[in-house]
């Protein structure tokens, strides 16, 4: 946040500023800054930051809560897309002058009379606005009493959330006998946040005719698709639930196949713990399968389930 901090100006030299916040860097970027990028993106970490606006120097005006819990260019989207000064900080359009004649309203053209109302809205929702120019900007993590984000904190508050778009309980996931790299991937899994091909495409990273399955089936490749019901990696679910001696109909997407698959053993915890186990392994493999047919075009799996 802090723009004259010496990891904003490492990470910006690496990544780059995009929309005045830090690039989350494309595919050249590391996996854990990308990680990090995507909490802009999160609902429930957003919704327990607060920003406290000093100077207004870290603050940026269009794009920043800082004012009636609101941003600027979703509110007033039609003066975003019009403004020449969209990157610009909170202490940059108070300097400009923000009144009547002052030269923050700085437009691609002239306005209409229906947008000219809504500047004349935005000044004055700004009229009682000062800043405090001997105080920086800040923001606090509203779950830990100092104010200071912790991991703790974020667990807890996940594990005592209910999701409407994530229906794996969270303890499920801590298992002790899978490697934590697996159990964040497995996380990202069921929040569609892996880097497939159809994401890549809604990120504008690839081109809509480059979202073909790594497993060559000709279909789009999404998370459900690649995990479960491709023609080549979904097949490996079959051979699995013949090892395993179990019966059954999947469900079509990730949290509720973990889920199902975890209870196929019966309510005994060590069975579900064992099954559990191997739905994090093969999911895993398939993920590494795919990498490595995308990325170094190499096959370790073939068709007989091998």
């Known amino acids: 946040m802090e723009r004259d901090s010496l990891w904003f100006r490492v990470l910006s030299g690496r990544y780059s500023v995009q929309g005045g916040h830090l690039s989350e860097g494309g595919r050249e970027a590391s996996s854990w800054w990308r990680d990090i990028s995507t909490l802009r993106e999160e609902d429930w970490f957003q919704g327990n930051v607060n920003q406290f606006v000093g100077d207004g120097k870290n603050t940026l005006f269009w794009t920043d809560v800082w004012v009636g819990g609101m941003v600027f260019r979703d509110r007033y ?36 009379a229906w947008e000219d109302e809504l500047v004349g809205e935005l ?51 801590w298992h002790k006998n899978v490697p934590l790299k697996v159990v964040i991937f497995a996380w990202r899994l069921f929040r569609d946040r892996l880097y497939t091909k159809h994401n890549l495409f809604c990120r504008q990273v690839i081109a809509i005719d480059a979202q073909s399955c790594a497993g060559d089936c000709g279909e789009m490749e999404t998370s459900s698709h690649l995990f479960l019901h491709c023609d080549f990696f979904g097949s490996v679910w079959i051979f699995i639930i013949r090892w395993v001696g179990i019966i059954s109909v999947m469900h079509c997407d990730a949290p509720s196949h973990f889920n199902q698959f975890g209870f196929l053993g019966g309510v005994a915890k060590s069975k579900q713990h064992i099954l559990q186990a191997i739905w994090f392994a093969t999911v895993w493999k398939i993920w590494k399968e795919r990498n490595n047919r995308v990325f170094n075009e190499k096959k370790m799996l073939n068709s007989s389930g091998g």
């Open 77 to 112: 989207n039609r003066l975003f897309e019009l403004s020449l000064l969209k990157e610009e900080t909170t202490f940059g359009m108070f300097s400009l002058g923000w009144g009547i004649e002052g030269d923050a309203w700085r437009w691609r053209r002239m306005l209409f």
């Open 123 to 173: 000044r004055l929702l700004l009229h009682n606005v000062s800043l405090q120019v001997h105080r920086v900007d800040r923001r606090v993590w509203r779950l830990e009493t100092p104010s200071v984000y912790t991991v703790r904190s974020a667990y807890n508050f996940l594990s005592a959330t209910t999701h409407v778009d994530h229906v794996v309980p969270v303890s499920s996931l």
